[in-house]
């Protein structure tokens, strides 16, 4: 079974800026895509940005492109957001969530077949 392991949820200020990490096994790491998608009360989840293997290319949504970042570090087998310019619009639990790699790179939740615990964000104006 795959394991990730968010931290690094918080409550900042409008402006502000916090950092997701995702730490999960060298075999996912190596294996899967990495994504990060958000769910806000009373919401749909939706996606916010994914790191493929390989190369590392990166997927934003439109409403955080430009103000967030998604990386990874091989060395720790984690995946980190970026977060900076917060709004409080971006207030939500975010995920970490994993698919295997077979080819196609999705953004769709159901899509994800593995998922972290979740890590509440709260952007205050």
């Known amino acids: 079974q795959v394991q990730l392991v968010e931290s690094g949820g918080g409550l900042v200020q409008a402006g502000g800026s916090l950092r997701l990490s995702c730490t999960t096994s060298?075999?996912?790491?190596?294996?899967?895509?990495m994504g990060w998608f958000r769910q806000a009360p009373g919401k749909e989840r939706e996606f916010v940005a994914l790191i493929t293997l390989g190369v590392a290319n990166t997927y934003y949504s439109d409403s955080v492109k430009g103000r967030f970042t998604i990386s990874r570090d091989s060395a720790k087998n984690t995946v980190y957001l970026q977060m900076n310019s917060l709004k409080p619009e971006d207030t939500a639990v975010y995920y970490c969530?994993?698919?295997?790699?077979?080819?196609?790179?999705?953004?769709?939740?159901?899509?994800?077949?593995?998922w972290g615990q979740g890590t509440q964000v709260t952007v205050s104006s």
């Open positions: 969530a994993a698919h295997l790699y077979a080819g196609v790179i999705y953004t769709t939740a159901e899509e994800y077949s593995d």
């Open positions: 060298r075999h996912t790491f190596n294996n899967y895509v």
